[in-house]
C-alpha cells in the first residue's frame, strides 16, 4: 500500500481510456470504452463531440483501472490527460460545455472556401502549419454563422485534452502540442496568434492560457473526486494532444527522432527543432511537447478503425474464439494471414490516400481483384493482410515526403501504439519501409507520455526528456526482408495508380468517399 503511481487518461478517436503507470513506467492498469461521434441530421459533415456521455465514460474508465488493480485512490500521486487533436470545446460563462467536435468534424466547408478566397488558407498555413481542412478557425466561422446564440455565448474554448484537465481541476489551460493543433497558433512563438485571431474575427479572452506540458495547474477538485473516484486535492498537470505524447512515451524527445503513432489514424512523424512546414502543404507541422522542439507529420487516415470495422463486421467467429481462448482476435487474424506472401494474393486494399492537406479527400473504401476461383487464396485472411499493408504503404509516402523535406535520411522507425501490439503488422511495416522496427515494451505510449509530464508536474521526475530517455524500454526490433521489400517498392507504385483512379471515382461523385474534408 506504499506503492506510488500516476494515472494518464486518453480522449481517442474511437475510445476513452484511463492507464495506470508505476513510478518505473510500467502500466499496472488499463480501462477502456469504445465510442463514436453521431452526426448531426441535414448538416453534411459533422460530427458531435457529447462531452456528457463521453465524461461518463472516461469516469467509469478511472473507476474500473483503479479497481481492477486494487489501487487506492490516496496512492495516485498526479494525473494527466491526452487526446486527439484539432477537436475543439467551447463553454459560456458559467463553464458549462455549449458546443463540441471531435477531430474529423468537417462541416465548415463554405467557411474554409470563403477564407480561400480572402487569401487567407496559406497566410494561416504557413504561421500555423496546417491547412484548414479539420483546424478551427473555418469551424469557429461556421458557428457564428449557423449557431449565432453559442457564438455569442461562448467565453471559454479548449481543444478535447484541455476539457479533460478542466473537468478535472476547474482550470482552463492549454499547451503548445494540443494548442497548435487547433490551427490558430504562432508555431514559432508556441503560443496563440493574434493575426489568426484577429482574422477570424475572434475574442483574444476566450482562448485559454499556455503552459508548457508538465506544468501544475491544480488539483481534482471535490466534484470530480466524486465522479471519478480519484482522491481531492491530486495534482492535476498538463498532457498534450496525442501524437505528440506517443513521442514522449517513446523515447522521441531530440532532433529527427522518426515514429509512428499507430492508433485510431497513423501519424508517421518526425522530430524537428525547428518549424519544417512543407512548402507543398501536404503534411502538417505542430508543436512537440518537449519545449523547443516540432513536429511534422502525415497522417494515414482511419488506419486502426478500418481495422475495428473489418473485425466487427466480418469476424464474428475469431471474436467468439478469442472471447473463449482469451486472447486478442486480432492476434488469431494475424495468424490466418502470416501464411499471406507480400500483395496479398492480388488482393488490392483501396482506404486512406496519402495526406494532401490542400485537398485532403478519400476513395470509397473497397477491396479489389478478388480471384472467386480461388475462394481459399482470396478471401478474409488476404483482406486482413491488405488493410496491414494499406497502412504500411501511407506510411512509406508519407516517410519520402519527409525524407524531402528535411533531407535526413531514416535508418529506423519507432512503431507504438495499439497496432504494435501484434507480431505481423511490425513486419509488414518494416519490409514495406525497408528500415528497422522498434517496438518499445509499453505499447500504450501516448498515456505513457501523459504519465511522464504527470510525474514531472508533480516533481516526481526531472524533466521530460531525460525521463523519457530513462523510462523507455523496448520489446523487440523487427529486421526488414530485403526481398520483400523490393516486391512492396513495386507494389507500392502499382496501388499508388490504382488508388488515383479509384479517388477519380469519388471526385466525379459516382461513389461515396470514405471521408472528405471542408472545402474538398
Known sequence: MNAEYIAAIDAGTGSGRCVVFDMEG???????REWSHATIPDVPGS??????????????????????SQILPEQIRAVSATSMREGMVLYNNKGREIWACPNVDSRAKAEVTQLIKRGLAKKIYFIAGD???????????????HEPDVYRRTAHMTMISDWVLY????????DPSAGSSSGMFDLSKRTWSDDIIEWCGLRPEIFPEVHESGTLI???TASAAAETGL???TPVVVGGADTQLGLVGVGAVRPYKTSIVGGSFWQQTIVTNKPAIDPKCRLRTLCHAVPDLWMTEGLGFY????????RDAFCEREKEVAAREGVDPYYLLEKQAESVPPGSNGVIPIFSDLMNAKRWMHASPSFLQFNIERPQSSGKKECFRAIEESAAYISYGHLKIIKSITRYRVEEVVFCGGA???????????DVLGVDVKVPLVKESTALGAAICAGVGASLFSNIQDTAENLVKWERTFKPNGDNHIKYVRLYKHWREIYSRCLRMAEDGLVRPMWRAAGT
Do not use: Y
Open 47 to 68: 460530427q458531435v463531440f457529447d462531452t456528457q456521455t463521453n465524461w461518463r465514460l472516461l469516469c467509469e474508465c478511472i473507476r474500473e483501472a483503479l479497481s481492477r
Open 131 to 145: 491547412w484548414l481542412s479539420i483546424i478551427d478557425p473555418p469551424r469557429f466561422l461556421w458557428v457564428k454563422k
Open 26 to 32: 510500467q502500466q499496472v492498469a488499463f480501462a477502456t
Open 167 to 174: 473537468k478535472l481541476s476547474g482550470r482552463f489551460v492549454t
Open 303 to 310: 488506419s486502426g478503425i478500418t481495422m475495428r470495422w473489418f
Open 231 to 233: 482522491k481531492t486535492g
Open 420 to 430: 504494435s501490439k501484434g507480431f505481423l503488422w511490425p513486419q509488414i511495416l518494416a
Open 218 to 220: 491544480g488539483e481534482v
